[in-house]
């Protein structure tokens, strides 16, 4: 069948498999195979179990009827020793103390292979592993003549994900054995799982004691653990796991590694019996390459994979050997090799055929080329399923396996190339009604449904009742009521109702209804309607206090403050309460956060909790931003109190002073739930049901109180003067004391439209006419008891008697004028008294009684005409 040659000095190994009976064969095709012959781990052990799949692949080459038959494959195989630097010395004298090598088979250790790999392209090989399964090789870019035949780890890898993400495990442990290939596999692990968003809790290596290791989880509570050890390392970690007791429903342990049959048996390196060993190992889940496929086709050799594997196991009983998981691989990799170098040969057979001037030469690196592309065209029915390869590799599924009552059954498979999961979930069992929760589970402390769905229904009555008053008052806008009350604070202090109404209602939303991402997009838009919705209602009504406040104070020649203004003092309070939110969103936004709170025991279970956790809005300094915000509204409500102080005894006559008053009540009433919301912002959100309900009760009531101040004493004198022009006008726009001493006039305030305006300045126009009437009529009585001083004859002594009485009654009128010009009264008695005398006067302006006629010092019994001709 073959023999051992020594070769050059005893550095090469070389072993000649040889199939008898092929004594025609013309064409040797030496091959390298690069294997471990030592007593390291994976080492002696793997290269005596593949070597009878080896022998039955070429016993079955021999027996072909088509043109493999025709070549021999001769294996030359060095021993690589798992170790980097021995491994490269025996690969160059391989290369060159031994024959013209057309590929290499093998390679096993990653450090070894990945050496060898990169200098592939120099030479001019390809090598084809059927055992390399690091992550690291799986750059084509980097090792682009290196194909495996093999299901890489890093698909294994993508497989464990995928079941993590079908139990929705979140939460996992590492526990890895300190060598090279299992380090390789976690640090590929680690990366798939953060991509995934896997959080792993713990990552701990095996030491020499390993119940400590194992203790670590128990105590960390990570109740998922990912194990990378061989067999020996896991019958050690599953004696610890017994011993403290972690194989009850909560844990579940997940091995990406592949073991042999029986192994707790075979490699039992613990103080444990097998049956306390498979006590702690139930229901834990391998995930594994599947080393044969499940296909009953036969494949290019003529076989079954079942009839494959009964030969090979004859083969291993025979020579008392144990049974590889690449085995299977090992006997499809020769075939690879021998259908690509039969290709290439018979293709430079043909190139030379037809070659015209018959001196047909060929270089390596042409060689090379040819099969590297011929290993990418293969493609046929194996053993272990379709051989193809993509990148490199073969995708093949992986299986999916739980440990049931002493044996390991199958549950499910990955298909790797389609990255589905496929499970049947009727065979795999877990020890409680459920899969194991990943961490002791959580309950969000949230809003309860019906204490929402009542501050809603309360907050939506109350939005109604402000759309109700938004609707009278445009029913009613031409009415003097809504005129004299400055109509578009009304309509803002409704507008601003409206957004802190909406705030209750975003509030109350937790992640009970709401994904995370439109949670936190939520977060800012709370802060923006309630402080937006505050400053424009606040800003209405400081605005109005401030125009009363600049009435009061008109004697002091202060001017008084016009729409325009108002709109500029609002706008101002907007936008500097714009720029405050804005600064604090860019600079520190706010977020969702998760905050976690007790434990609870779950009732009947006592090695299940929950944990509470709130989920809230908050920046990193949130404090700082509220004191900033609550100072600067602080500051402005504590002015509008200051000032609504300063106006609660003012009798404004150019504006409703019942307004003024409940404007000053709406300005105390939102003060004191201003103070009152603002505390509970401060204070932490330890119950969510009391947190929304005091902010909610403080924003409703401030809402009702508001509008109810302001719009109802509206309502209720429109229902009493229907009439849209005051009737009181005349009465109310008279002349005061002000403007008996004073000429000029008193602009009044912008309230009622333009005709209002000129009706007063008209009426006040023609009471300074009635006071200088009456100063003159003073004046001609004074110069008439002047004249008559000397002795008085009968009439002149009538004359002066009238005279006196004259005096006497305009100076009770100036007198009764100046001390109530508004009374009703008075202004009967001024009429009756002044009427006479005005008529007087104004008839020699039209042409009739000249003015001395009008003089209440003529004698009642003289004609007009012959006072005239007297004078």
Same mark, same amino acid.
């Given at each position: 069948?073959?023999?051992?040659?020594?070769?050059?000095?005893?550095?090469?190994?070389?072993?000649?498999?040889?199939?008898?009976?092929?004594?025609?064969?013309?064409?040797?095709?030496?091959?390298?195979?690069?294997?471990?012959?030592?007593?390291?781990?994976?080492?002696?052990?793997?290269?005596?179990?593949?070597?009878?799949?080896?022998?039955?692949?070429?016993?079955?080459?021999?027996?072909?009827?088509?043109?493999?038959?025709?070549?021999?494959?001769?294996?030359?195989?060095?021993?690589?020793?798992?170790?980097?630097?021995?491994?490269?010395?025996?690969?160059?004298?391989?290369?060159?103390?031994?024959?013209?090598?057309?590929?290499?088979?093998?390679?096993?250790?990653?450090?070894?292979?990945?050496?060898?790999?990169?200098?592939?392209?120099?030479?001019?090989?390809?090598?084809?592993?059927?055992?390399?399964?690091?992550?690291?090789?799986?750059?084509?870019?980097?090792?682009?003549?290196?194909?495996?035949?093999?299901?890489?780890?890093?698909?294994?890898?993508?497989?464990?994900?995928?079941?993590?993400?079908?139990?929705?495990?979140?939460?996992?442990?590492?526990?890895?054995?300190?060598?090279?290939?299992?380090?390789?596999?976690?640090?590929?692990?680690?990366?798939?799982?953060?991509?995934?968003?896997?959080?792993?809790?713990?990552?701990?290596?095996?030491?020499?004691?390993?119940?400590?290791?194992?203790?670590?989880?128990?105590?960390?509570?990570?109740?998922?653990?990912?194990?990378?050890?061989?067999?020996?390392?896991?019958?050690?970690?599953?004696?610890?796991?017994?011993?403290?007791?972690?194989?009850?429903?909560?844990?579940?342990?997940?091995?990406?590694?592949?073991?042999?049959?029986?192994?707790?048996?075979?490699?039992?390196?613990?103080?444990?019996?097998?049956?306390?060993?498979?006590?702690?190992?139930?229901?834990?889940?391998?995930?594994?390459?599947?080393?044969?496929?499940?296909?009953?086709?036969?494949?290019?050799?003529?076989?079954?994979?079942?009839?494959?594997?009964?030969?090979?196991?004859?083969?291993?009983?025979?020579?008392?050997?144990?049974?590889?998981?690449?085995?299977?691989?090992?006997?499809?990799?020769?075939?690879?090799?021998?259908?690509?170098?039969?290709?290439?040969?018979?293709?430079?057979?043909?190139?030379?055929?037809?070659?015209?001037?018959?001196?047909?030469?060929?270089?390596?690196?042409?060689?090379?080329?040819?099969?590297?592309?011929?290993?990418?065209?293969?493609?046929?029915?194996?053993?272990?399923?379709?051989?193809?390869?993509?990148?490199?590799?073969?995708?093949?599924?992986?299986?999916?396996?739980?440990?049931?009552?002493?044996?390991?059954?199958?549950?499910?498979?990955?298909?790797?190339?389609?990255?589905?999961?496929?499970?049947?979930?009727?065979?795999?069992?877990?020890?409680?009604?459920?899969?194991?929760?990943?961490?002791?589970?959580?309950?969000?402390?949230?809003?309860?449904?019906?204490?929402?769905?009542?501050?809603?229904?309360?907050?939506?009555?109350?939005?109604?009742?402000?759309?109700?008053?938004?609707?009278?008052?445009?029913?009613?806008?031409?009415?003097?009521?809504? +005129?004299?009350?400055?109509?578009?604070?009304?309509?803002? =202090? @409704?507008? *601003?109702?409206? $957004?802190?109404?909406? /705030?209750?209602? &975003?509030?109350?939303?937790?992640?009970?209804?709401?994904?995370?991402?439109?949670?936190?997009?939520?977060?800012?838009?709370?802060?923006?309607?309630?402080?937006?919705?505050?400053?424009?209602?606040?800003?209405?009504?400081?605005?109005?206090?401030?125009?009363?406040?600049?009435?009061?104070?008109?004697?002091?020649? +202060?001017?008084?403050?016009?729409?325009?203004?108002?709109? =500029? @003092?609002? *706008?101002?309070? $907007?936008?500097?309460? /714009?720029?405050? &939110?804005?600064?604090?969103?860019?600079?520190?936004?706010?977020?969702?956060?998760?905050?976690?709170?007790?434990?609870?025991?779950?009732?009947?279970?006592?090695?299940?909790?929950?944990?509470?956790?709130?989920?809230?809005?908050?920046?990193?300094?949130?404090?700082?931003?509220?004191?900033?915000?609550?100072?600067? +509204?602080?500051?402005?409500?504590?002015?509008?109190?200051?000032?609504?102080?300063?106006?609660?005894?003012?009798?404004?006559?150019?504006?409703?002073?019942?307004?003024?008053?409940?404007?000053?009540?709406?300005?105390?009433?939102?003060?004191?739930?201003?103070?009152?919301?603002?505390?509970?912002?401060?204070?932490?959100?330890?119950?969510?049901?009391?947190?929304?309900?005091?902010?909610?009760?403080?924003?409703?009531?401030?809402?009702?109180?508001?509008?109810?101040?302001?719009?109802?004493?509206?309502?209720?004198?429109?229902?009493?003067?229907?009439?849209?022009?005051?009737?009181?006008?005349?009465?109310?726009?008279?002349?005061?004391?002000?403007?008996?001493?004073?000429?000029?006039?008193?602009?009044?305030?912008?309230?009622?439209?333009?005709?209002?305006?000129?009706?007063?300045?008209?009426?006040?126009?023609?009471?300074?006419?009635?006071?200088?009437?009456?100063?003159?009529?003073?004046?001609?009585?004074?110069?008439?008891?002047?004249?008559?001083?000397?002795?008085?004859?009968?009439?002149?002594?009538?004359?002066?008697?009238?005279?006196?009485?004259?005096?006497?009654?305009?100076?009770?009128?100036?007198?009764?004028?100046?001390?109530?010009?508004?009374?009703?009264?008075?202004?009967?008695?001024?009429?009756?008294?002044?009427?006479?005398?005005?008529?007087?006067?104004?008839?020699?302006?039209?042409?009739?009684?000249?003015?001395?006629?009008?003089?209440?010092?003529?004698?009642?019994?003289?004609?007009?005409?012959?006072?005239?001709?007297?004078?």
């Amino acid at each position: 069948m073959g023999g051992w040659v020594n070769l050059g000095q005893g550095m090469l190994l070389a072993w000649l498999l040889v199939v008898p009976g092929l004594s025609h064969v013309r064409h040797s095709l030496p091959v390298l195979w690069i294997m471990p012959l030592t007593n390291d781990p994976g080492g002696a052990n793997l290269t005596a179990s593949v070597l009878p799949a080896v022998e039955l692949a070429l016993d079955d080459l021999s027996r072909q009827q088509t043109n493999l038959r025709n070549y021999e494959i001769n294996f030359h195989v060095i021993d690589s020793e798992c170790d980097t630097a021995k491994g490269l010395k025996a690969f160059f004298d391989a290369i060159c103390f031994g024959p013209k090598y057309l590929m290499i088979f093998g390679g096993v250790c990653s450090s070894v292979t990945s050496v060898i790999a990169r200098s592939l392209r120099g030479w001019n090989l390809v090598q084809l592993s059927f055992a390399a399964t690091a992550p690291v090789l799986d750059d084509e870019k980097k090792y682009p003549n290196l194909f495996r035949m093999v299901t890489t780890d890093h698909t294994v890898n993508q497989a464990v994900v995928k079941i993590l993400q079908n139990y929705k495990w979140s939460h996992v442990g590492t526990l890895t054995q300190d060598i090279q290939r299992f380090s390789e596999i976690r640090s590929d692990l680690s990366k798939q799982l953060k991509k995934a968003d896997v959080v792993v809790s713990i990552t701990e290596s095996l030491s020499a004691d390993t119940c400590v290791n194992v203790k670590t989880f128990k105590d960390m509570d990570v109740r998922i653990i990912i194990g990378l050890f061989d067999e020996n390392s896991a019958s050690k970690v599953f004696c610890c796991a017994y011993i403290l007791n972690m194989f009850v429903r909560r844990f579940q342990w997940i091995l990406p590694v592949g073991y042999q049959e029986k192994w707790w048996e075979v490699a039992n390196a613990s103080n444990c019996s097998s049956d306390h060993l498979q006590m702690a190992m139930e229901g834990y889940i391998a995930v594994d390459f599947t080393p044969l496929s499940n296909s009953q086709k036969r494949g290019i050799s003529g076989r079954t994979p079942q009839d494959y594997d009964e030969n090979y196991n004859r083969m291993l009983l025979q020579k008392g050997l144990v049974a590889s998981k690449f085995h299977g691989f090992a006997y499809d990799g020769v075939w690879v090799i021998a259908k690509v170098l039969t290709r290439v040969i018979e293709s430079v057979r043909d190139r030379e055929r037809y070659d015209i001037y018959r001196n047909f030469t060929i270089s390596d690196k042409v060689i090379g080329r040819m099969v590297r592309d011929s290993m990418k065209k293969t493609k046929f029915e194996g053993v272990t399923g379709p051989v193809f390869f993509k990148h490199g590799e073969r995708k093949r599924p992986i299986a999916l396996s739980q440990f049931q009552e002493g044996r390991e059954v199958k549950f499910g498979e990955y298909i790797a190339g389609a990255e589905v999961l496929k499970l049947l979930n009727y065979i795999i069992r877990f020890p409680g009604p459920e899969p194991p929760k990943d961490q002791k589970p959580s309950t969000r402390w949230g809003v309860i449904c019906t204490v929402y769905i009542m501050l809603s229904v309360t907050t939506g009555l109350v939005m109604s009742m402000a759309f109700f008053f938004l609707f009278l008052l445009i029913k009613h806008r031409n009415h003097w009521v809504i +005129k004299n009350s400055t109509p578009f604070t009304d309509y803002l =202090i @409704i507008l *601003g109702t409206i $957004l802190a109404c909406s /705030f209750v209602v &975003l509030y109350g939303l937790d992640g009970s209804v709401l994904s995370d991402e439109v949670f936190e997009t939520l977060c800012p838009i709370r802060a923006w309607t309630l402080s937006v919705g505050y400053d424009i209602t606040f800003g209405a009504l400081f605005a109005k206090t401030l125009r009363v406040c600049s009435i009061v104070k008109k004697e002091k020649k +202060k001017k008084i403050i016009n729409d325009d203004q108002l709109w =500029i @003092i609002i *706008g101002g309070m $907007l936008l500097i309460d /714009f720029c405050l &939110l804005l600064l604090w969103q860019i600079v520190d936004p706010l977020k969702q956060t998760v905050e976690e709170l007790r434990f609870e025991a779950m009732p009947g279970d006592e090695d299940m909790a929950v944990r509470l956790f709130l989920e809230h809005c908050e920046s990193s300094h949130m404090t700082t931003w509220l004191t900033i915000l609550c100072g600067y +509204k602080g500051f402005l409500t504590l002015l509008g109190c200051f000032l609504a102080l300063r106006t609660r005894h003012a009798d404004v006559c150019l504006c409703d002073d019942y307004d003024s008053k409940y404007t000053r009540l709406s300005v105390y009433s939102l003060t004191v739930m201003s103070g009152i919301g603002a505390s509970g912002g401060f204070l932490p959100q330890y119950n969510p049901n009391v947190q929304v309900c005091l902010m909610a009760l403080v924003v409703i009531c401030c809402c009702i109180c508001t509008l109810c101040l302001v719009f109802v004493p509206k309502l209720l004198k429109i229902r009493d003067n229907p009439n849209e022009v005051d009737p009181s006008i005349w009465f109310r726009c008279g002349p005061t004391k002000e403007d008996s001493e004073s000429s000029s006039s008193p602009s009044s305030l912008d309230q009622g439209s333009r005709s209002f305006e000129s009706l007063c300045n008209e009426n006040q126009q023609l009471w300074r006419r009635v006071t200088e009437i009456s100063n003159e009529l003073e004046d001609v009585a004074l110069q008439v008891l002047e004249e008559d001083l000397t002795p008085p004859s009968r009439q002149g002594h009538e004359v002066t008697l009238t005279a006196q009485m004259c005096c006497e009654d305009v100076s009770r009128m100036s007198r009764e004028l100046m001390d109530d010009i508004n009374s009703l009264e008075h202004v009967q008695r001024r009429l009756s008294v002044q009427l006479p005398i005005l008529h007087h006067a104004y008839i020699p302006a039209i042409g009739g009684m000249t003015s001395s006629c009008s003089s209440l010092v003529n004698s009642p019994h003289v004609p007009c005409a012959q006072q005239r001709q007297e004078t």
